[in-house]
Structure formats: structure tokens, C-alpha cells
């Protein structure tokens, strides 16, 4: 049995639609489909998601906004016609909708869940009912009842563990099952979302609890590409990588996967296949376990942006016993979390995602660190771009650091700072965000050129 999750991208009109029917026709062995709300139909367009944030906003500022709900409901109308469907379905969309929307706002997160989630559920619903119009047996199922059980953090969830064993129970149902990505419930029954793209997500825990021998993700590229197709043209396609090299990826910039999504496949040993909606028979990526290192040190270079970095120096910090620590408490105290901490003898650096610090939480972190720790300085600077080069082949390969920095030097592009993962397969530079583009191209001519 397969595990069939498609993303925004190819669910996002009536013909993307059709498309997806005939895959799941094509392989009797997809039982499970897992599906986004529907995405951009090109790049102006915004996704259902995005629109019903909109509208959940409206709701809760003024307790209407009919202009944000049409604009949802005309984005389902506008698939069931080209699929032909009765307008029965759409009625239906709407009075879900409608009921979330008018109903308890009194805590604005988890009404923003509940609406943000409706986006797959009646997507799902929809599906189920086209391939049941097309002669295929399809059910809708709710993430409730298949007991996919979250912990109660809106807009963040993580899957709990005994989840797994009932998604299990789904393997004996008849026909194709349709399941809503990106949430699940708490345990006491309330809706709540993944993060952003979080359906990935769900896949995985789904593929991981009906132990799938596949989860193929299926989007709207022939395959993952060693770079960001947006910034290299037609960068080389990527055929195997290993679920560590994935993950560092993707947490670094590659939108193409979720960050959190590989975890569970991963654990239940489950194959993850990334394909194109477009091109189903091209044989896209596969993550896997292990994989033959011939093509160099480095197989993908990945960029985010909207970094800090906290710079603290103190003449004799690394005798400081606890200094760390209480840097790091002071942050928690204002509920940031950091992704690295690159240190020196009497400096180190916190670098985090900058919309976590706003300028007033800047000036009262800073008034802190120079009080409570003596620091003899304190520097926080904004915009910074993370660069990743990831490869496991790194670990087998002397001089990667240098031949990096030496393309970065030539291109012009100043190194702000540089980590190295402990696990060898990823090195970090953070460069200036305005260096993003030429950084990345720079890296991958030096690896990827011949
Ligand atoms: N390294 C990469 N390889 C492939 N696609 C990438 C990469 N980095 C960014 N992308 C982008 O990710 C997009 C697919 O992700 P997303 O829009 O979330 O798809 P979906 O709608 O299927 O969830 C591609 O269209 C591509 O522009
Ligand atoms: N629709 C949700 C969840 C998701 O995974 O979407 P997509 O598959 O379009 O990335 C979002 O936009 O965040």
C-alpha cells in the first residue's frame, strides 16, 4: 500500500484535479491520498490557505467578511464546475465554513486553526465525492475519527505517539481513502493545524502508521534540485538522497519538503518518493536510507533569510561557568528560539529568526545582557541569509570548507559567519541578506559546474 500526498500546486484547479484522479487510477496500490487546500494556480495567485487567514482575521476584527469568505467559496466553485460536480458539494463547503466562521471566536488561536484547517478538510471532501462521480470508490476520512491525535499547539502541532497504532486500523477499509493534510486533533478533540506546509507532514505520519511501502509527495517539480530553481536555472536534478541530507535541506530553505515531515517516515523506515503531478512517470528523488556517494562532496546548496544574529563579547567568557546557559535563558524569558550558536573564547553569537524580536524586546535583551552578564559588548544585526551546503559525502572529502569559502571570496560575497553541524554533513555561512543570490550561485558553480 502506498501513501499519495499532493500539495497545493496540484490541487489548485479542476484540471490539476483530473490529473491527480488519473495517478491515483493508475496504481491500484495508492489507497491513501492525502491532500493540501487548494494552492497557487500560478505565481500572482494566492492559496486558499492564505485566503482564509484573510477571512479569520476579518472575523475576529469585526465579526464578518463576506468579501474573504466568497473568495474562498469561488475557488471550490470554480474546481466542482470544471469537474462537473452537482453545486451540492459547494453548499455543503459553505455551511461548514460558515458555522466555523460564526462560531466560538473567544480564543483567536484556535479559531484561526479551525478555519486554516478547513481548507483541506473540505478539499478532501470534495475529492472524495469527484472520484466517487468518476466510478472510484473513495471515502472522506476525518482526521478525528482515524485518531490522528496532536499536541495542543495551535499552529505548531506535533504528532503524539499513539497515533500511529489507529492510523493503522485505516489498512482495512475498502476503496481509496481521501484524508485532509496539515492537522489533527488534541486530546480533548480540538482542531489543530501543523505549521505552514504541514501537510507533508501528515503523509508521513500517515504512511508511517499504515506502514505504506512508499510515501510519495507529489508536487510540481520532476524533482528535487540541488538548488532553488529560482535562483540557478535549471539546476541538476537530485536522484537519491539520504533522509539526513533531506532534512537538513529542507530545514534550511528548500520549500519543496517540509523540515518536520521526514521524522516519522524516517523512524518506520518507510521510502519517501518526491514526484511531479505534471510528470508522474519521471522518476523524481527518492530519500532513503543510504546511497552511493559518486557525484562529489556536495548534493544541494539551500538559502533562507530573515535571520539575526546576537553578538555577546566578554574578556574571558569560556571561564565563565553558566554564561551560556544564562544568555540562552534570557531569551527564552521572551520565548525566542535560536537555531545556532557559533562561539568563540571571549564571544559568541545567537542567531535566530528575526521576526521573534521586535525593537522594544531588542532594547530590553540587550539592557539585560550587559547588566546581568557584564558583557563587554553587544551587537544584534539583522537580515542575514543562512547558506547550507549539504552532502554526505563532506565527511570523505578534505578541503570542501575552503573551496566554498574561496568561491564565496571570488564572488565578493563577506563571510558573517560560519557553522559546521556537528554530524559532517552540512556547513552553514551566514552571509548579508542582499549577498543571498550571488552566494548561492557562487557555490554552485564551484560544485555543481561540470
Ligand atoms: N531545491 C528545490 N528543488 C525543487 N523545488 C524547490 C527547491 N527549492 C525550492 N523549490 C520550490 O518548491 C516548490 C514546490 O513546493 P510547494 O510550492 O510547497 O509545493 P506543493 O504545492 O506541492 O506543496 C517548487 O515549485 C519550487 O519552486
Ligand atoms: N495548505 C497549508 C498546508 C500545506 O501543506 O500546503 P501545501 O501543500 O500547499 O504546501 C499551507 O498552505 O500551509
Sequence with gaps: MKVAKFGGTSLA??????????????DPLRKFVVVSAPGKRDQDDTKVTDLLIACAEQFLKHGEGKEQFEAVISRYTEIAKYLNLTMDIIDRISMDLLEILHGDRSNPNRFMDAVKASGEDNNAKLIAHYFNSEGLEAHYVSPKEAGLIVSDEPGNAQVLPESYDRLRLLRDRTGVLVFPGFFGYSQDGQIVTFSRGGSDISGSILAAGVQAEVYENFTDVDSVFSVNPNIVENPKEIAELTYREMRELSYAGFAVFHDEALIPAFRAQIPVQIKNTNNPTATGTKIVHVRSYTNGPVVGIASDNGF????????????????????????????ISYEHTPSGIDDISVIFHQNQLDPETEEKIVERIYKELGADNVVVERNLTMVMIVGEGMRHNVGTTARAANALAQAGVNIEMINQGSSEVSMMFGVKGVDEKRAVQALYEEFFSN
Design 13 to 26: 484547479s479542476g484540471e490539476q484535479i483530473q490529473k491527480v484522479f488519473q495517478i491515483i487510477k493508475a
Design 308 to 335: 539575526c544574529s546576537l553578538y555577546v563579547s566578554k574578556y574571558l567568557m569560556n571561564r565563565e561557568i553558566g554564561f551560556g546557559r544564562r544568555l540562552l535563558q534570557i531569551l527564552e524569558d521572551d520565548n
